[in-house]
């Protein structure tokens, strides 16, 4: 029987390579694999999140609201699953892998609100993408772990290395704070997996070798 197991984690911690390496690993054990990754970009269904994501609706994330992003991304989910991967999921033998979903609303949007208000956020949101909107909760949900600092450097590269602007999100260096602090507490708040993808030497932070971090994620999936 197959698994939805979702990879989250802040920009630049490595989600779409541990993603292909356990889509590798399970191919390489028989299963059949069927991995996904969100925002869909350059579909119907993505339009709101890239509009946003690009400063359309205002150059900072808190310009528009957590519970108005979340809707944009949510629709983006809804979308891709109705008319792409529903039938993945719905098959019992396939393995279903996902770099982000519902999981990076609760990390990214969370940051826009008071805690006093964490808590009925997550509440909300868990409820309508999963019961009122009707998209399947994950079996599992790893949450790759990287200081702020560190997420932020490595985006940083990126841009540099695939010569891509960054969006809000990315130039954002609070933004960075604010969600790793939301992340931990959402984690913990949902129960899920986390696993440390960085190190410190000589006062320095730098990231674990790849292959530590598949061994952590596979005996953390029993796989």
């Known amino acids: 029987m197959g698994r939805f197991i ?3 984690g802040l920009d630049g911690s490595g989600k779409h390579t541990q993603l292909t390496r356990l889509a590798d690993h399970l191919r390489a054990q028989g299963k059949k694999v069927r991995t996904i990754d969100f925002p869909h970009y350059n579909t119907p269904g993505c339009v709101l999140v890239e509009e946003y994501l690009n400063g359309k609706f205002g150059d900072k994330p808190e310009d528009t609201g957590a519970y108005a992003a979340s809707l944009f991304y949510a629709m983006d989910r809804f979308y891709s699953y109705a008319t792409d991967w529903k039938k993945d999921y719905l098959n019992p033998d396939t393995y279903l892998l996902a770099d982000r979903y519902t999981t990076a609303n609760a990390v990214h949007q969370t940051t826009k609100l008071d805690k006093s208000e964490w808590d009925s956020y997550l509440n909300w949101l868990f409820d309508t993408e999963f019961d009122k909107i009707a998209l399947p909760r994950p ?3 790893i ?9 932020r450097e490595l985006v940083r590269k990126r841009s540099v290395s695939d010569n891509r602007a960054m969006d809000i999100h ?4 609070g933004f960075f704070e604010k969600s790793y602090e939301a992340a ?3 984690a913990d708040y949902c129960g899920w ?14 990231m674990r070798q790849v292959d530590e971090i598949t061994a952590d994620i596979l005996r953390a999936l029993d796989l």
């Open 193 to 206: 997996t986390k696993i440390a993808c960085h190190t410190e030497k000589d006062g320095s932070l730098a």
């Open 184 to 186: 931990l507490y959402t």
């Open 170 to 173: 990315e130039k954002d260096a």
């Open 139 to 141: 079996d599992d949900v």
């Open 6 to 8: 979702v990879i989250d």
């Open 143 to 151: 949450y790759l772990e990287v200081p702020p600092a560190l997420s």
